[in-house]
C-alpha cells in the first residue's frame, strides 16, 4: 500500500482512504483529525512539470493509487510572483526584504485556493467509488468542490449562509451541482449541511481538519522550494477556518524529513518553519480577539482553548464569515510556536488597497485576498517584517465572483 492514516489522537492506523470513508472519516476513538503517512520514502520530483496538473506532478506525494482516477482542470502549478511594489513600500519604512505572492487566483479550476482541495477530494472519492457528496461552505469550496465533483461525475449539493455572493452562488449552478441556501448564518447552513448527511446517508466533508485538504495544500511549501528555492520566513495569509497554515506545517514537516535523507536538495539545518502571521478583517475577528486576550494574560495554560464565538458579524466577505473559530485551538499554538501572530486590518480601507493593487500591479485580487495584501501593509507597520525577510503572500481567490467589491474600488478616490 502506498499510504495509510493515523489518528492524531489515539495513534491508531486506518488502512487507507477506503477505510477511511466506510468509518464514517472517523477514527475507531471517535475522533476525526487524521493525517496522512506514506509508505515510502517521500521524494521530491527532480524533473520540471511537463503538465500543469499538480496531481500528476506531485502524484507521489499524494494518497492517490492510480493516475487514471486523477480529476483536473489543470490547476495548482500556479506562479509564485515577486511583488516590488511590496518590497519598496516596506523599504520605504526602512525594512529591506523579498516579497513573493502565491497567485491561486490563477487556479484552472474556479480561480481559488480551493481548487487544489476539491482536485484531490474529487480524485480520492472517485477512486473509491463514491457517488455523492456535500459541504457546507461561505463561497470559495461550495464553487470549488462543484466544480471537481461535476467533473468526476459525483452528485454534490452545496449548503451555504443567506450571505453568500449572489456571484458565488450563479458559479456553482452553472457546473450544474446543486446549492441550497440556509435562512440563517454559515453556522445553520452547517448544521443543514450535516442532517442532510445523516438523514440521506451522503458524504460529508469534515471541515478544516480534513485530512484531504491538508495533504493537497501541504504542496505549498513544496512549491516554494520549487519556485522560489527556499522556504519563506515569513507566511501570511487571510484566516477563517485555518487549514492552510496546518497543511504548510505539514509541507514542511514532510520536507524535513526528506532533507534529513538528503532527498530535497536543502540543508536540513536550513530548514525553518515561517513566522507565521495570519489576518483577519475587523469586521469578523474572533481569532484576533482571542490572541489578544491570550498575549495580555501571558498565555497562561489553556490559553488556546480560551476563544469566543462572535454573534452579530457585519462583513460583506462571505467567505470570511468563520465567527465560531473551532479550529483556533490547533491553529493558534502553531502560530505561537512560529514565533508569529495574529494581525487585524480594517475592512472599511480595502477599497483603498484595492486601488493601490490596482495602480501598482494593473490587477485586482478578491476581498478575502485584498485582506491579505492589507496585512502586509499593516504588519510591516508594526514591525512585525524584518530586514531580510522572504514574505509569501499565500491569496485566496480572484475578483471575478465578488462584482460588489470591484464597485467600491472603482468608487475609491
Not at 479550476?109 to 476539491?118: E, L, M, Q, T, V
Not at 483577519?280 to 490572541?291: F, G, T, Y
Not at 473559530?325 to 480601507?349: C, D, H, I, K, Q
Request: proline share 5%; charged share 20%; glycine share 10%.
Amino acid at each position: 500500500m502506498k499510504y495509510h492514516l493515523r489518528c492524531r489522537h489515539c495513534g491508531c492506523e486506518i488502512a487507507d482512504f477506503g477505510a477511511w470513508l466506510a468509518q464514517g472519516q472517523q477514527c475507531r476513538c471517535g475522533k476525526n483529525y487524521a493525517e496522512v503517512e506514506y509508505d515510502e520514502p517521500l521524494r521530491l520530483p527532480s524533473a520540471p512539470p511537463a503538465t500543469p496538473s499538480y496531481q500528476d506532478y506531485y502524484f507521489g506525494l499524494l494518497p492517490l493509487q492510480s493516475r487514471d482516477n486523477i480529476v483536473s482542470c489543470g490547476e495548482g502549478l500556479i506562479p509564485i510572483e515577486r511583488w516590488s511594489n511590496l518590497e519598496a513600500y516596506a523599504a520605504s519604512k526602512g525594512v529591506e526584504c523579498e516579497v513573493y505572492v502565491y497567485r491561486n487566483d490563477l487556479n484552472a479550476g474556479s480561480g481559488s485556493f480551493k481548487d487544489i482541495s476539491a482536485a484531490l477530494a474529487a480524485s480520492v472519492l472517485k477512486e473509491h467509488g463514491v457517488k455523492e457528496y456535500c459541504l457546507a461552505s461561505t463561497g470559495n469550496a461550495g464553487v470549488a468542490f462543484a466544480t471537481y465533483t461535476a467533473k468526476a461525475g459525483i452528485a454534490y449539493t452545496a449548503f451555504a449562509p443567506n450571505c453568500i455572493d449572489p456571484d458565488t452562488v450563479a458559479a456553482i449552478r452553472r457546473t450544474g451541482q446543486r446549492i441550497v441556501i440556509s435562512q440563517g448564518g454559515y453556522g445553520a447552513a452547517k448544521e443543514e449541511a450535516a442532517n442532510y448527511h445523516k438523514d440521506n446517508k451522503v458524504l460529508i466533508s469534515i471541515g478544516n481538519t480534513d485530512p484531504l485538504r491538508i495533504e493537497s495544500k501541504r504542496l505549498a511549501a513544496m512549491e516554494c522550494l520549487r519556485q522560489m528555492g527556499k522556504l519563506p520566513t515569513v507566511y501570511m495569509q487571510a484566516v477563517a477556518g485555518g487549514t492552510s497554515p496546518l497543511a504548510f506545517e505539514k509541507g514542511f514537516r514532510d520536507l524535513q524529513q526528506m532533507a534529513s535523507r538528503g532527498d530535497s536538495g536543502m540543508d536540513p539545518a536550513a530548514l525553518r518553519l515561517p513566522r507565521m502571521i495570519l489576518v483577519q478583517q475587523d469586521e469578523c475577528d474572533p481569532m484576533v480577539r482571542a490572541w489578544e486576550k491570550a498575549t495580555a494574560a501571558g498565555f497562561p495554560e489553556g490559553w488556546e482553548r480560551q476563544y469566543e464565538a462572535l454573534h452579530d458579524i457585519k462583513t460583506r466577505i462571505g467567505i470570511l464569515t468563520a465567527a465560531n473559530p473551532g479550529n483556533y485551538p490547533l491553529v493558534a499554538p502553531l502560530v505561537r510556536r512560529s514565533g508569529g501572530t495574529f494581525v487585524r486590518v480594517a475592512e472599511a480601507a480595502l477599497p483603498r488597497y484595492g486601488k493601490e493593487m490596482l495602480r501598482s500591479r494593473g490587477l485586482l485580487l478578491g476581498p478575502a485576498s485584498m485582506v491579505c495584501y492589507a496585512g502586509f501593509f499593516e504588519a510591516v507597520d508594526n514591525g512585525l517584517i524584518h530586514n531580510g525577510d522572504s514574505v509569501l503572500l499565500n491569496t485566496g481567490e480572484g475578483c471575478d465572483r465578488a462584482a460588489w467589491f470591484k464597485a467600491l474600488v472603482d468608487e475609491e478616490k
